[in-house]
């Protein structure tokens, strides 16, 4: 069965510092990972995707993951966050058409 | 982009009430969307896939009879929380998978609706 692991559930940073929130994964087959963005009292926003291709993905705010099949990883990225980074960030993966989701990581982005 | 819709988005309703929550895809068919929940500070739970005409397929533990899913149409789907109890009381996320390249579909989530059951 496939999981979703995200190894921090807190990340408290300061504005301008870089940022790294962990996820990995386990599975049996060929997977698909996501990292989705939810802002207070919002729905789930796609951040960025990796199907297939590149290892490497960027979203269009400076966020980034890299695909690592050998330590099965999908870590996200951002050398420099912003106060309106503030939000909690779920990982997922997805098998057929279901998506799994990690527990989420709450990054806090202090002044 | 793609949009996903809920409605409402609060509502507060009695215990033993019912209470209807509609998930539309505002620019593409959906033959297939998901219901999920989520707790506070708690990540989202499958609950159900809910399929176009015909019956929704529900994850292990979620009360068939408890949560119907109706999905009407090619845009509609609709949870319905029937006899509501405070332990129900959470945040109900649709989301809907669009078609694109290589047959790779993406997930589209809704805003979420916020319930809370006195």
């Known amino acids: 069965a496939q999981s979703v692991t995200q190894l921090d559930s807190q990340v408290p940073v300061f504005e301008e510092a870089p940022v790294e929130l962990r996820c990995n994964y386990s599975?049996?087959?060929?997977?698909?990972l996501f990292w989705y963005v939810q802002y207070p009292n919002q729905g789930l926003q796609l951040l960025l995707k990796?199907?297939?291709?590149?290892?490497l993905v960027e979203s269009i705010n400076g966020f980034e993951a890299e695909f690592n099949k050998s330590q099965t990883s999908f870590h996200l990225r951002k050398p420099s966050v912003h106060i309106s980074d503030t939000a909690e960030y779920f990982c997922?993966?997805?098998?057929?058409?279901?998506?799994?989701f990690g527990t989420g990581t709450r990054l806090q982005v202090f002044p | 982009g793609a949009v996903v819709s809920q409605h409402p988005s609060r509502v507060i309703c009695k215990s033993g009430t019912s209470v209807k929550i509609e998930c539309r895809s505002l620019d593409f068919q959906a033959t297939t969307m998901f219901w999920y929940r989520q707790f506070p500070k708690q990540s989202l739970m499958l609950m159900a896939t809910s399929n176009e005409g015909s019956k929704a397929t529900y994850e292990q533990g979620v009360e068939k009879d408890k949560f119907l899913i109706n999905h009407a149409s090619l845009t509609l789907s609709t949870l319905t929380v029937t006899s509501a109890h405070p332990e129900d009381s959470s945040f109900y996320i649709c989301s809907a998978p669009r078609p694109g390249l290589a047959g790779k579909d993406t997930q589209y989530f809704g805003p979420g609706t916020r319930l809370t059951v006195l």
């Open positions: 997922a993966g997805q098998n057929t058409d279901k998506l799994i």
């Open positions: 990796y199907l297939s291709g590149s290892t």
């Open positions: 599975s049996s087959v060929s997977v698909y």
